[in-house]
């Protein structure tokens, strides 16, 4: 048995494989339940400002589809159990838009994710010259700081990736420990849900997002959990599921956390 509560399409533009595709990648795998959470289309705005955003999200066009292939192939397979969900990026200038895009379908989960800080997408490889001359130590103290107050919005179930910025290595010279501290704290009395999200293994990190200590600190303030692959390709479908459930035991989880129609409920690990 695993889940996998983060999966892309074609549809976003920088991930292959129609969803069909991954439904049947899910159920060679053994993955009961597998939730769709392609990228929310990103707000006009951000559209005409970055050029590379285009690749970043579907376009507005595809959002009904999107909707109407996930809840058709939900309707049609047994198992996995089909799951229409959505990751929205946490853009603060954008909430309403934002807000009125989620609203515009019935999710079953909606993940919110940083992936932007003002205008710049620090997790695109092509763009990690945004990290040179930083202070280090500050630029993770806003992260995390958009990552609560991501949460305190209220739109969003599950924090997805919620160390994120840790993907290129570019670690603060105070350390993490603190800053873990805090924010699980803040994550805990926002009530909403983080993700084990299992790609950061594939990237230059080389661990989980959220790292083990992370995960531990979550733990110990009562932040509940999902587990995702963040697949952008259909062999990525349940990817380190066993070394996520293992982190999770491991920090002192029994459970992790499903949702249908937005209502979180938990399975046994
Ligand atoms: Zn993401
Ligand atoms: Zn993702």
């Not at 997408?121 to 040179?132: I, L, Q, V």
Request: charged letters at 25%; glycine letters at 8%; aromatic letters at 8%.
């Amino acid at each position: 048995m695993s889940i996998d509560m983060h999966v892309h399409t074609a549809r976003c533009g920088h991930a292959r494989g129609a969803a069909a595709e991954y439904v049947a990648a899910a159920r060679e795998r053994g993955v009961s339940i597998l939730a769709f959470t392609d990228h929310l289309p990103l707000p006009a705005a951000v559209l005409a400002a970055d050029p590379h955003a285009a690749s970043y999200a579907m376009p507005a066009s595809e959002l009904p589809d999107y909707v109407a292939e996930i809840r058709d192939l939900a309707s049609r397979t047994a198992a996995p159990e089909v799951l229409l969900g959505i990751e929205a990026d946490h853009l603060p200038a954008h909430l309403e838009e934002t807000e009125r895009a989620l609203a515009s379908a019935d999710f079953d989960v909606v993940l919110g994710s940083v992936h932007y800080l003002d205008d710049w997408a620090f997790d695109d490889p092509d763009r990690t010259d945004g990290y040179e001359g930083r202070d280090l130590d500050a630029l993770w103290d806003r992260y995390f700081t958009l990552v609560c107050e991501a949460a305190e919005t209220g739109l969003y179930d599950v924090m997805g990736h919620p160390d994120l910025m840790k993907k290129f290595n570019f670690l603060p010279p105070g350390g993490l420990d603190e800053r873990y501290q805090w924010c699980a704290e803040r994550l805990a009395a926002a009530g909403v849900a983080v993700e084990v999200n299992t790609a950061g293994l594939r990237k230059p990190c080389r661990e989980l997002y959220p790292s083990m200590a992370f995960l531990r600190a979550l733990n110990r303030a009562g932040v509940p959990m999902t587990v995702g692959s963040d697949a952008h390709r259909p062999g990525e479908v349940g990817a380190a599921w066993d070394e996520a459930a293992a982190a999770l035991r491991s920090a002192g989880y029994q459970s992790v956390l499903v949702f249908r129609k937005r209502v979180p409920e938990e399975v046994g690990l």
